[in-house]
């Protein structure tokens, strides 16, 4: 079955710090993929995509996430962390096969930003 | 300037009286989602629409049940709820041409549905 594995429910960094969240992919098809952040009391907000093309990919706020096929893996990364990055962020997927949008998400995982 | 709308925001109903959570988008999208997102979990798909055909996942119990009545508009029923429907409820909307997979999904703030 496919699924998306996001390391570490809770991830706490001082301010300033380098901020990575790791997401893997089970599947031997390339899919899409996504992360979104979460503020409390409120939808997904999409960060940024992969799709195809450049495996380095860079979203809003200064995140940046690169695709890694031989690892399976989406890595969220942000070089320097503000307050007001604490949110839960989802890695999410979609196999581009299925061409139905299904997204599959990850179990999310909170980022704590420490002043 | 909004784009996926839910109203409302927050939404107080009793154990089996039935309640509707709704959602409207600006952006004529083909396709809406609804999910339901318990506390600390991932949101999870309860059924879409793609046009008009309605596509239910597996797992989506028989108590929730979906009209799209237009492009516009979509709304999720719950005929009678229980204390586990409790959750916030997503609506959200992406544009899907064939042949090209599936653009981003836009998701509305939620519905925090409690049930008393």
């Known amino acids: 079955a496919q699924s998306v594995t996001q390391l570490g429910s809770h991830v706490s960094v001082s301010e300033g710090a380098l901020v990575l969240l790791r997401c893997n992919y089970s599947?031997?098809?390339?899919?899409?993929l996504f992360w979104y952040v979460q503020y409390p009391n409120q939808g997904l907000q999409l960060l940024l995509k992969?799709?195809?093309?450049?495996?380095l990919v860079k979203g809003i706020n200064g995140f940046e996430a690169e695709f890694k096929k031989s690892e399976t893996s989406f890595h969220l990364t942000k070089p320097s962390a503000h307050m007001s990055d604490a949110a839960e962020y989802f890695c999410?997927?979609?196999?581009?096969?299925?061409?139905?949008?299904?997204?599959?998400f990850g179990q999310g995982t909170t980022l704590q930003v420490k002043p | 300037d909004a784009m996926v709308i839910q109203n409302p925001r927050y939404q107080v109903t009793q154990f089996g009286k039935p309640v509707t959570l709704s959602c409207s988008q600006t952006?004529?999208?083909?396709?809406m989602y609804w999910y339901q997102q318990k506390s600390s979990q991932a949101p999870k798909l309860l059924f879409h629409?793609?046009?008009?055909?309605?596509?239910n996942e597996a797992d989506t119990p028989d108590n929730f049940q979906s009209r799209r009545p237009n492009t516009s508009f979509c709304f999720l029923d719950i005929r009678s709820p229980g204390l586990g429907d409790a959750a916030m409820y997503l609506c959200?909307?992406?544009?899907?041409?064939?042949?090209?997979?599936?653009?981003?999904?836009?998701f509305g703030p939620g519905t925090r549905l409690l049930v008393l």
């Open positions: 959200a909307t992406s544009q899907i041409r064939q042949g090209w997979g599936q653009e981003t999904q836009y």
């Open positions: 599947s031997s098809v390339p899919p899409y």
């Open positions: 992969y799709t195809t093309g450049a495996t």
């Open positions: 999410a997927v979609e196999w581009g096969s299925s061409n139905t949008g299904k997204l599959i």
């Open positions: 952006l004529n999208h083909n396709v």
């Open positions: 629409y793609y046009d008009k055909d309605f596509n």
